[in-house]
Nanobody, 125 residues
Framework: VQLQASGGGLVQPGGSLRLSCAAS??????IGWFRQTPGKEREGVAC?????????WYRDSVKGRFTVSRDNAKNTVNLQMNNLKPGDTAVYYCSTDSYSPYCSINGPGREYVYRGQGTQVTVSS
């Protein structure tokens, strides 16, 4: 499994960004998006199953603003982020447990150990 996130940048509050995750070897597994800021534990942001049902999970604070999607044919998982807020500032990365096709009811957790480099998202005026 190889994962690589891209698409971050600097955006003003209220703006949008689209992150992409190149997910090689992970077409059978759920993919989670995490974010992390210095000195804090990472937190799960969104997750999408590998099955055609495309079941998703979102952190409460991003519901209605973030949308996760997946294209297994292209080995890509995207995270569309709208109405961004300064509190969304973090390094974002995609991850998988390389085991389950579905996201946990509580979202991606400690079992998501496969990850690549993240991408910085900064929301500031």
């Amino acid at each position: 499994v190889q994962l690589q996130a891209s698409g971050g940048g600097l955006v003003q509050p209220g703006g949008s960004l689209r992150l992409s995750c190149a997910a090689s070897g992970a077409s059978d597994y759920a993919i989670g998006w995490f974010r992390q800021t210095p000195g804090k534990e990472r937190e799960g942001v969104a997750c999408i199953s590998s099955r055609s049902d495309g079941i998703t999970w979102y952190r409460d604070s991003v519901k209605g603003r973030f949308t996760v999607s997946r294209d297994n044919a292209k080995n890509t998982v995207n995270l569309q982020m709208n109405n961004l807020k300064p509190g969304d500032t973090a390094v974002y990365y995609c991850s998988t447990d390389s085991y389950s096709p579905y996201c946990s009811i509580n979202g991606p957790g400690r079992e998501y150990v496969y990850r690549g480099q993240g991408t910085q998202v900064t929301v500031s005026s």
